[in-house]
């Protein structure tokens, strides 16, 4: 199950923002850099909600600002016909700081750096695998079990939810268990795209 095989769908519902770019002459490459903001801003905000959880509800707000913004400027490039290779660089660059904070903020929040580390190495090794693949001259892969999209919609969900369930299971938190998921599902994600692609190479 991923979201991301739904990217041409949400490709459809961009016009209106993608328009609304334009006319305020954002360009494709300023639209990534306002989404890691609001990536980072979310992760501070995270990081505050483990003495205040009511604030979990403004970063869920901001991860999912994030995650549109980054439709948002691959959509704006291909309208303008300015896609290029140094603007898909920065757009992955900047992706991937986005998924280090987000996960970093989580995690200083309720004090688990064990379990973050472990969820930023599956999320990092899941992206890696995707654009390796596209470097030994297979497609670039967005499948396997969790990709960016859905890791965006189960942190936002869940940030959501940990605003009035603060309850902890098993001595963690819901954020907690995000956390552990992430990283489980993330190696597991990993290990799948790279067998798919070591399959397609033999």
């Known amino acids: 199950m991923t979201l991301d ?11 209106p923002f993608v ?7 954002i360009s494709p490459d300023g ?3 306002v989404a890691f ?15 205040d ?3 979990y509800l403004a970063g869920a707000v901001l991860v999912f600002v994030n995650g549109w913004l980054d439709l948002v400027d691959g959509a ?3 309208e303008l016909d300015v896609s290029s290779r140094a603007g898909d660089l920065l757009d992955h660059v900047l992706d991937r700081y986005a ?7 989580l995690a200083a929040g309720i004090g688990r750096y064990d379990i973050g580390l472990a969820a930023v190495t599956g999320v990092l090794m899941t992206s890696y695998l995707g654009t390796q693949a596209q470097a030994v001259g297979l497609d ?22 940990a605003a009035f369930y603060t309850d902890a299971v098993a001595g963690l938190t819901i954020v907690g268990w995000l956390l552990v998921a992430l990283a489980l599902v993330g190696h597991l994600t990993a290990l799948q795209r790279f067998y798919y692609s070591m399959r397609a190479l033999s």
């Open 5 to 15: 095989k739904y990217r041409d769908l949400a490709d459809r519902m961009l016009g």
């Open 19 to 25: 328009g609304g770019a334009k006319r305020l002459g």
């Open 31 to 33: 639209v990534s850099v």
């Open 37 to 51: 903001v609001a990536a980072a801003a979310a992760a501070v905000v995270f990081y505050l909600a483990g003495s």
């Open 53 to 55: 959880p009511v604030l």
């Open 76 to 78: 704006l490039a291909r």
């Open 99 to 105: 998924d280090i904070v987000l996960l970093v903020g």
């Open 140 to 161: 670039r892969v967005y499948g396997g079990l969790v990709g960016r999209a859905d890791r965006l919609a189960l942190i936002g969900i869940t940030a959501g939810v």
